[in-house]
């Protein structure tokens, strides 16, 4: 036989363990370049720059 708790564990109890369960949202800067959200330390998909510099070449449809 596995392991069985001996007692429930309360709500209080396994709400506090959970805790840092939650999900937050991310954190978003603006593109100097376009102005467009960001996230931060990642390369803009709409112009395709990154620190002022073209990383990626963007297709314009």
């Known amino acids: 036989m596995g392991a069985v708790p001996k007692r429930r564990i309360s709500k209080a109890r396994a709400g506090r363990r ?27 998909l709409s112009c395709g720059t990154y620190r002022g510099t073209a990383v990626i070449e963007i297709k314009e449809e």
Do not use: E, F, K, Y
């Open 18 to 44: 959970r805790s840092h369960l939650a999900l937050r949202a991310d954190h978003l800067v603006t593109c100097p370049q376009c102005g467009a959200p960001v996230r931060p330390h990642h390369v803009c």
